[in-house]
């Protein structure tokens, strides 16, 4: 394979790359975030079939629902870190552009780093809705485990 010496073809490829490798790893935050919405889904219908006739059953898998959300917020920060990796790349390619279109709205990356008033990035709003599932079920494993001494 040859390695291109123009300049202008460099940073086409550089810019492809760097757009590949955001629109793969911002994908995947979207579809692991799904999961984790219908795996949460699932063991809040599993928690609430089982916990009248067997709340030690409810509560052991409340506590596994508190530990996978875990894992799918450390799963969310290395993907978020991945996203953020491309972002850094495309700001380049983003600045270049801008600077060769004479159009300083192409500064698209700049433009959005932080969220308008009344709007929150997906960090706080993946965030806020992991912990407060976290905190759910370490609520509901207390109350089944409550609930199997009665």
Same mark, same amino acid.
């Given at each position: 394979m $040859? $390695?291109?010496?123009?300049? &202008?073809?460099?940073?086409? !490829?550089?810019?492809?790359?760097?757009?590949?490798?955001? =629109?793969?790893?911002a994908? !995947?935050?979207?579809?692991? %975030?799904?999961f984790?919405? +219908? =795996? $949460?889904? %699932?063991?809040?219908a599993a928690y609430a079939?089982?916990l009248?006739?067997?709340?030690?059953a409810? =509560? +052991?898998?409340?506590?596994?629902?508190?530990?996978?959300?875990?894992?799918f917020?450390?799963?969310?920060?290395?993907?978020?870190?991945? +996203?953020?990796?491309g972002?850094?790349?495309l700001?380049?390619?983003q600045?270049?552009?801008?600077?060769?279109?004479?159009?300083?709205h192409?500064?698209i990356l700049?433009?959005? &780093?932080?969220?308008?008033?009344? =709007?929150?990035?997906?960090?706080?709003?993946?965030?806020?809705?992991?912990w407060? +599932?976290f905190?759910? #079920?370490?609520?509901?494993?207390? #109350?089944?485990?409550?609930?199997?001494?009665?």
């Amino acid at each position: 394979m $040859t $390695t291109p010496s123009d300049p &202008d073809e460099i940073a086409k !490829q550089a810019r492809e790359h760097a757009w590949n490798w955001f =629109a793969l790893h911002a994908t !995947q935050r979207m579809q692991a %975030f799904n999961f984790f919405v +219908v =795996a $949460t889904a %699932f063991l809040i219908a599993a928690y609430a079939s089982i916990l009248e006739k067997r709340p030690g059953a409810a =509560a +052991v898998l409340a506590a596994v629902g508190a530990w996978l959300t875990l894992w799918f917020n450390r799963l969310d920060a290395r993907s978020r870190q991945l +996203v953020e990796a491309g972002e850094d790349a495309l700001r380049v390619s983003q600045a270049r552009l801008a600077n060769l279109a004479d159009n300083p709205h192409l500064k698209i990356l700049d433009a959005v &780093d932080k969220p308008r008033p009344r =709007a929150s990035s997906y960090r706080s709003v993946i965030n806020v809705i992991q912990w407060t +599932v976290f905190a759910l #079920f370490l609520i509901g494993a207390a #109350f089944a485990a409550w609930l199997s001494k009665m």
